[in-house]
Nanobody, 130 residues
Framework: QAQLVESGGGSVQSGGSLRLSCAAP????????MAWFRQAPGKEREGVAHIASDGSTFYADSVKGRFTISQDNAKNTRYLQMNSLKPEDTAMYYC????????????????????????WGKGALVTISS
């Protein structure tokens, strides 16, 4: 089973920042759609930030404008920069890789995020205090 290696996470106060990292084997990094999902106790898992192999990104409304995906191709690593954190961002965050979803026409398509995730990291806990 391929390994997605996550790092980062931790505890900060509301308004603070954290960065998560996800390192992937080369074939996953270059070909798969990668995303961060989060799950808080008692809540459903939510896909918050997605990046397709072509670099297209998709963010959930709950994090848009606060979270940003970046990447380091030399390290096969993608990062989730999380700014202006809120207590409701508290969750276990998982890096995952799978397929990409697009909508629209052949000449004007829109990246709608990843789905059918085949690989998962072990998770990183993010705790935001008020």
């Amino acid at each position: 089973q391929a390994q997605l290696v996550e790092s980062g996470g931790g505890s900060v106060q509301s308004g603070g920042s954290l960065r998560l990292s996800c390192a992937a084997p080369g074939y996953i990094y270059s070909s798969y759609c990668m995303a961060w999902f989060r799950q808080a106790p008692g809540k459903e898992r939510e896909g918050v930030a997605h990046i397709a192999s072509d670099g297209s990104t998709f963010y959930a409304d709950s994090v848009k404008g606060r979270f940003t995906i970046s990447q380091d191709n030399a390290k096969n690593t993608r990062y989730l920069q999380m700014n202006s954190l809120k207590p409701e961002d508290t969750a276990m965050y998982y890096c995952a890789a799978g397929g990409a979803r697009y909508s629209g026409s052949r000449y004007s398509s829109r990246f709608d995020g990843c789905s059918g995730m085949d690989y998962w990291g072990k998770g990183a806990l993010v705790t935001i205090s008020s």
